[in-house]
């Protein structure tokens, strides 16, 4: 006949059993600047077996059952190993992430310059991109704006205030990173009022053929330099101009766009616009 009373120590055997049963832990994830590491995960018990799996990227393992095995060639950007413990019939599995950062950084670069003219106020940002996993983000350091997406290195900037309004862009590189890897940009936003003019004895017009997609400037002085900007403040390059000759232009998407005309010092603004 069965004894139940040796039936509860049974059930404390095989629960005890199962507190004991070793879980795995593939150690704290890790951020680095060389090619190499060591992992760190969790010792193991008599008579368990583990074993290391590369789940992404690209490493080498040197032993892949060594708990604190190295690791050699990690491949720039994001690595994900996971360590699996057996203990019997029981499993269990961890992850850990090794993020490797480039030894010599991109150099933070904010593009260039730009200058927009009322009514605009939105200009759109030429900043280098990133080298992943570098993460560069934008602040404002003087005037106003409104940034999009803080770590778009194109990203659109609205709102920006009559005058200059400087913006930085700031990059970081984990374990890699250099200190004063940022590089600043000042987007200025012109009147009307600001542009200066000239009286000349014969009239100067500067026009823009929708019908043709043709840019028309006539002046009986003579021209120094003629600019083209579009709605976000960006030039756009021109043909080659001659005074008096219509230039082609008709290519250019449907937008706002500002001409200026350097003539003998002083400058001439028109504003157009191009619809398809």
């Not at 990133?130 to 709102?159: E, R």
Request: charged share 15%; with cysteine; hydrophobic share 40%.
């Amino acid at each position: 006949m069965f004894n139940f009373k040796f039936f509860p120590a049974l059930l404390l055997i095989g629960s005890s059993v199962q507190m004991n049963a070793q879980i795995a832990d593939a150690g704290p994830d890790q951020e680095l600047c060389l090619d190499h590491t060591t992992l760190q995960a969790n010792a193991l018990m008599p008579d368990v077996t583990g074993y290391w799996t590369l789940l992404s990227g690209n490493v080498t393992i040197a032993d892949d059952s060594d708990p604190t095995s190295q690791l050699t060639n990690i491949y720039v950007g994001a690595n994900t190993l996971s360590w699996t413990i057996i203990n019997g019939t029981d499993t269990t599995t961890d992850e850990v992430s090794i993020i490797r950062y480039e030894f010599d950084p991109a150099i933070a670069d904010a593009g260039s310059d730009q200058t927009i003219f009322t009514p605009l106020s939105t200009a759109v940002m030429q900043a280098a991109t990133p080298w992943f996993p570098q993460v560069c983000s934008w602040t404002v350091v003087s005037g106003t704006g409104i940034i999009t997406n803080v770590n778009d290195p194109q990203t659109s900037v609205s709102s920006l205030g009559v005058g200059e309004n400087i913006f930085q862009w700031t990059c970081d590189d984990g374990e890699c990173s250099v200190p004063g890897n940022l590089d600043q940009v000042t987007i200025w936003v012109e009147t009307a009022m600001s542009v200066s003019t000239i009286e000349f004895s014969q009239p100067t017009s500067i026009w823009y053929d929708q019908t043709t997609g043709l840019l028309q400037v006539n002046s009986d002085v003579g021209i120094d330099d003629l600019t083209l900007f579009d709605g976000s403040g960006r030039r756009i390059q021109l043909p080659d101009q001659t005074n008096g000759r219509p230039m082609n232009i008709g290519s250019l998407p449907s937008g706002t766009y500002v001409v200026i005309a350097n003539i003998d010092g002083a400058l001439q603004t028109q504003r157009f616009i191009v619809s398809r």
